[in-house]
């Protein structure tokens, strides 16, 4: 977070930029808006005064918006003074403070724009890699994305059916040096065993019984590309010491080849089980299991951040509407939306995209000519179940609104170093009241 502090009373500067270097912000100082104008180009936020020496703070914050919409402003401004700060609000301001203030307010302001931003950042990466959550376990994920596609290591995507290891393969192989090349996958788990090493190695004319013409395998066709190996744990055991040759030097044989053939490409693999567990049981090669563990992404279920499922939700709904083109708005009621976040997903994001795909063709069916189409309870066989399992809606209700508190409370305290005083400033209500609930929610624990 780099921030612009503009203000011509040297005091009241030396003593904000004391306050907002100590939150370990990188500040640039401006007594005037001929210095601003010099540097402004280089921050996220301005924190300027309206009366400056050498012109009007309100046509300032005007001329910043116009030259940046995503900048950030804040404005301070004696008591006389509220009305233009009032009129700079309107022009793009994020807030304004009234002179003297707690310089505490102004930290309190700018880590909520802090905050913002990371969260556009992070959508915005989860819109580049094709991935939905703003979570702390997605932004876990993208982070290591970005390290993954900076490498050319074996790399292992874990997580359960559902998750999105596939999508996150093609997040990595789109974002590295490789993206140019063939991006080819292979699930092991479909092919027939006795196909799998033709498949992977390829296989020259006369091989076997039956076969009269050259096969070029996956790792000949994933050349300065990416090979993609989904259900690794189906690999036989016979063949995972072929894999780890191949992988180690760089070059397969294929049946029936009388020389081995050079490769490139890029392992990434999968699984859905826990493959230590079939190392200690010597069903997975122990060398081959750390041959493709040198780098591991973990895919978060959706029990681990049910915060994800409205945004996935929007996202799923948007695409159905373009891939069906859908003219009409499609909106989903409230009650179904809560019961979807307490809901456990065992398919993870595949059942809910499924669920919601079933939804929408039931609500086609019935649709009469409105401006709208209504996604209902009826539309969904979950909530028939959650109904014959008598789970009231005002229940489902009250708890989503606890997990929403609980999740909310965290965050202060977690942005705030643990600081009651503080988060309770930040949520606006009092510090006892903020002890009540964390001892309600149990937060500390």
């Keep these: 977070m780099k921030i612009l502090l503009v203000e011509d009373d040297d005091a009241l500067r030396s003593g904000l930029l004391a306050n907002l270097e100590a939150e370990g912000w990188e500040v640039l100082e401006a007594e005037s808006i001929e210095s601003a104008r010099k540097q402004v180009s280089a921050v996220n936020l301005v924190v300027s005064d309206l009366r400056l020496p050498d012109g009007d703070g309100v046509e300032f914050v005007t001329e910043c918006k116009k030259n940046n919409f995503e900048l950030e402003i804040i404005i301070m401004t004696a008591f006389g003074s509220i009305p233009s700060a009032v009129t700079a609000m309107k022009s793009g301001a994020r807030a304004y403070l009234t002179k003297p203030f707690d310089p505490e307010e102004l930290i309190l302001h700018i880590k909520e724009i802090e905050q913002k931003i990371e969260l556009k950042r992070t959508a915005e990466r989860a819109g580049r890699y094709g991935l939905v959550g703003i979570s702390d376990a997605m932004k876990r994920v993208y982070s290591e994305i970005d390290a993954a596609a900076s490498s050319n290591s074996p790399i292992m995507i874990t997580g359960a059916t559902g998750t999105g290891k596939e999508e996150t393969a093609i997040a990595i192989h789109k974002s590295s040096q490789r993206r140019s ?18 498949e992977l190695f390829g296989h020259e004319r006369g091989a076997f019984t039956g076969v009269h013409a050259k096969k070029r395998g996956r790792f000949e066709l994933s050349k300065e590309g990416t090979l993609f190996l989904d259900e690794i744990d189906s690999l036989p055991i016979e063949l995972q010491p072929k894999l780890l040759r191949a992988i180690e030097n760089s070059e397969i044989w294929p049946l029936g080849a009388e020389k081995p053939i050079k490769v490139d490409a890029r392992i990434i693999a999968a699984s859905n089980v826990k493959l230590e567990e079939l190392v200690a049981r010597e069903k997975f090669r122990k060398d081959l299991f750390y041959r493709l563990n040198v780098l591991r992404i973990n895919m978060p279920s959706l029990k681990e951040r049910p915060e994800d499922i409205p945004v996935i939700v929007r996202a799923l709904l948007d695409r159905k509407k373009t891939k069906e083109n859908i003219e009409k708005p499609i909106e989903i009621v409230p009650s179904v939306l809560t019961a979807m976040m307490l809901k456990e997903w065992n398919g993870n994001v595949r059942e809910l995209a499924n669920a919601l795909e079933r939804g929408i063709v039931r609500a086609l ?17 979950f909530m028939e179940q959650s109904h014959d399992e008598n789970l009231p809606f005002q229940k489902a209700k009250s708890k989503a609104i606890e997990e929403w508190t609980r999740s909310v409370i965290k965050s202060a305290l977690s942005e705030t170093g643990g600081n009651v005083s503080v988060a309770a400033r930040r949520l606006k209500i009092g510090r006892t009241s903020l002890l009540r609930l964390i001892s309600k929610y149990k937060v500390r624990e």
């Design 181 to 198: 090349g063939p991006l080819i996958a292979v699930n092991l788990g479909a092919l027939p065993k006795e196909l799998i090493e033709s």
């Design 365 to 381: 069916a019935e649709d009469s000519g409105s401006t709208m189409l209504r996604l209902e309870p009826k539309h969904f066989d």
